[in-house]
């Protein structure tokens, strides 16, 4: 794998023990230090950046940004009829 | 698995398009962004075909190992000399300085080993307690908490860390007072964001009147960021907003923040290219000097040249002009054998250029 320096990939919690979790992305599993993220739960969303969780995502947040995109297309495809 | 699929949908992407057309009509406008992953995005995806004439998208220093100074790099190198084990970042280790590179010194026996992230570098230190073990640390404020975690952690004492981590908004306020340099709005770095919030860019917006945009890193996060620009300069309005919601947060990570706070200070710093920018750099506080490479060893002076004759970096560091605009670009500068430090690293805007075949 590539190693882009500010690269950072999302994964999910499977797994938490002190300041490690395992975390799938999307089949691969990783240890991945959550330090940076107290409080974690099993089943969040986490962004991982050369080894280590530095912030959760939010997929509540992901919906809104599409239905926006959504409302956008919808919008653009009435002023093109 | 969350899909990011949506995120590159075609259907968006035109609605969003034509939108940014609407809202530019009659206007020039440049947009500058900072950061390697958002070059690899655009030019990935061909964004910049996508967009209407009339909106030019810049590159700036957006990428850790490009602007890392040839002084570190030097440093890093004379380490290698004297027998420790190095490790760093893939790209780190192939960045060319003023007379030699990680790899071609590991070429002559050196013991230089890639590590994927600090923590790697800390379990071989553990596993080869008769040595030395140095990290070189280069990174921007997205990489900066994972090494004040280890440094905090207390690793041992056979390990240190050579320090080239930048801040980013400093590099921004830089940017913005050179001479000729046009900017009409920031997509600002959306990891960078999530450690320190898009509010760490609101003075630096408000002070320049430039709008800025933090993104996440699927097409549609960039043109979108894009979209929100555009309003803010339709709206007369200049403030750091966040398309990224689904990551970033306003104040960021605060957890992070205190930890960097603990672990560094920050002081003037060298960028290649850029010079000695003021209040630009992290640094390892002196009660973990014994961790900091500066500090445990003496380098002997040498006159390191960050900009190798020919090479034109500083100018596309700066988005002053294109890499196909190098002579040296595809000729003696390839990604198999660099001879400027943006054609490294695959956040390199010349490396990234070349990879797509912008010839
Ligand atoms: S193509 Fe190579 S030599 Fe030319 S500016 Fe880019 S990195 Fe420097």
């Known amino acids: 794998m590539a190693i882009i320096m500010c690269l950072a990939v999302p994964g999910r919690v499977e797994k938490i023990d002190g300041d490690f979790a395992e975390v799938d992305f999307g089949g691969v599993r990783k240890k991945v230090c959550v330090t940076l993220l107290p409080g974690l739960q099993v089943g969040e969303y986490v962004i991982v950046h050369t080894g280590y969780a530095i912030e959760k995502l939010d997929p509540e947040e992901a919906k809104k940004t599409l239905a926006l995109f959504d409302e956008m297309a919808r919008i653009q495809a009435e002023m093109d009829n | ?46 964004l910049r075909s996508i967009l209407p004439n009339n909106i030019k998208l810049v590159a700036g220093p957006g990428c850790p190992v490009c602007v890392c100074a040839a002084e570190d790099v030097d440093m890093a190198i004379e380490l290698a000399r004297m027998g420790h084990i190095i490790t760093s970042f893939g790209d780190m280790i192939q960045v060319p300085s003023t007379s030699s590179s990680l790899v071609k010194e590991r ?5 230089v080993r890639v590590v994927y992230g600090v923590n790697e570098a800390v379990e071989i230190a553990k596993a080869n307690p008769e040595k030395d073990v140095i990290f070189i640390g280069a990174g921007f404020e997205t990489t900066a908490p994972t090494m004040a975690v280890e440094i905090l952690r207390g690793p041992p004492d056979n390990f240190s860390i050579l320090t080239s981590l930048k801040v980013i908004p400093p590099a921004m306020e830089i940017l913005v007072s050179l001479e000729g340099f046009n900017v009409d709005g920031f997509i600002t770095p959306g990891h960078v964001s999530t450690i320190i919030g898009t509010n760490a860019f609101r003075p630096f917006a408000e002070k320049h009147r430039v709008p800025c945009v933090a993104a ?125 430090p943006c054609m490294v690293g695959h956040e390199g805007t010349c490396r990234i250029h070349h990879e797509s075949g912008a010839l």
């Open chain 2, 1 to 46: 698995m969350i899909d990011t699929r949506p995120f590159r949908d075609s259907k968006y992407a035109k609605a969003i398009a034509q939108e940014i057309e609407q809202l530019s009509e009659g206007k020039n406008i440049r947009i500058v962004h900072v950061c390697g992953t958002h070059e690899d995005t655009i030019t990935r995806h061909g």
């Open chain 2, 107 to 111: 070429m002559r026996g050196a013991d």
């Open chain 2, 216 to 340: 996440g890193f699927e097409p549609l996060d960039v043109l979108e960021a894009i979209r929100m620009i555009l309003n803010q300069i339709n709206d007369g309005r200049a403030t750091s907003e966040n398309e990224y919601t689904r990551v970033v947060k306003p104040e960021g990570n605060l957890v992070a923040q205190k930890m960097l706070r603990h672990a560094f200070y920050i002081d003037d710093a060298p960028w290649r290219g850029l010079g000695v920018i003021k209040k630009s750099g992290y640094y390892i506080r002196d009660e973990f000097a014994r961790h900091d490479a500066r500090e445990r060893y003496d380098f002997s002076p040498i006159e390191s040249i960050d900009i190798l004759p020919g090479c034109r970096c500083h100018e596309v560091i700066l988005g002053m002009i294109e890499p196909k605009e190098c002579k040296l670009f595809g000729k003696r500068c390839t990604p198999e054998d660099p001879y400027g």
